[in-house]
T-cell receptor
Framework: QKEVEQNSGPLSVPEGAIASLNCTYS??????FFWYRQYSGKSPELIMF????GDKEDGRFTAQLNKASQYVSLLIRDSQPSDSATYLC??????????????FGRGTQLTVWP | NAGVTQTPKFQVLKTGQSMTLQCAQD?????MYWYRQDPGMGLRLIYY???????DKGEVPNGYNVSRLNKREFSLRLESAAPSQTSVYFC?????????????FGDGTRLSIL
């Protein structure tokens, strides 16, 4: 059973702060990790993906991956009210019958208040 | 570019009715997917098509059938709708099949079964 766990929140941060979203996964065979943003009533939108241990930065977003500890995180710097959304963590595997499938966490709801 | 287009956007059915959800992508992607999203459950894979001419079951296939009509189009059919199939349905596509392929989502179909 492949599990992807996220704190459902809500996570509430003030405008300009750093928001930290965490995700843990159960299978050491996990290879690829994706962060999606989903506004209420809308579809998931890809923000970032990371394959290797360490940090990957894209604008105000930084994804951090630690395969030994089986967690991946998303940092949002200088948070804005427009960042208020649910953030979905998704994990993919590279072997067996699950190759290519994405397993999603239930999402963390983020609220950025002015 | 339209990306991934789903029709209809909303639908109400009575128990026992049948319906086909349509999905088309214009990104020349090889792989396509159908998910459902329920409150508190996250996104769950129903069926997928790794490439034109192939389809496979995902995590929750019971009560559904799919057809990969051509490279662009992937439809989801409910033969005899049940209230438990009330959900938001998302179609997604990715360039090819593999663990490092980000998936891009359509706007969703909100389906209610009475």
């Amino acid at each position: 059973q492949k599990e992807v766990e996220q704190n459902s929140g809500p996570l509430s941060v003030p405008e300009g702060a750093i928001a930290s979203l965490n995700c843990t996964y159960s299978d050491r065979g996990s290879q690829s990790f994706f962060w999606y943003r989903q506004y209420s009533g809308k579809s998931p939108e890809l923000i970032m993906f990371i394959y290797s241990n360490g940090d990957k930065e894209d604008g105000r977003f930084t994804a951090q991956l630690n395969k030994a500890s089986q967690y991946v995180s998303l940092l949002i710097r200088d948070s804005q009210p427009s960042d208020s959304a649910t953030y979905l963590c998704a994990v993919s595997f590279d072997r067996g019958s699950t190759l290519g499938r994405l397993y999603f966490g239930r999402g963390t709801q983020l609220t950025v208040w002015p | 570019n339209a990306g991934v287009t789903q029709t209809p956007k909303f639908q109400v059915l009575k128990t026992g009715q049948s319906m086909t959800l349509q999905c088309a992508q214009d990104m020349n992607h090889n792989s396509m997917y159908w998910y459902r999203q329920d409150p508190g459950m996250g996104l769950r894979l129903i069926y997928y098509s790794a490439s034109e001419g192939t389809t496979d079951k995902g995590e929750v296939p019971n009560g559904y059938n799919v057809s990969r009509l051509n490279k662009r189009e992937f439809s989801l059919r409910l033969e005899s709708a049940a209230p438990s199939q009330t959900s938001v349905y998302f179609c997604a596509s990715s360039p090819t099949w593999g663990s490092n392929q980000p998936q891009h989502f359509g706007d969703g179909t909100r389906l209610s079964i009475l």
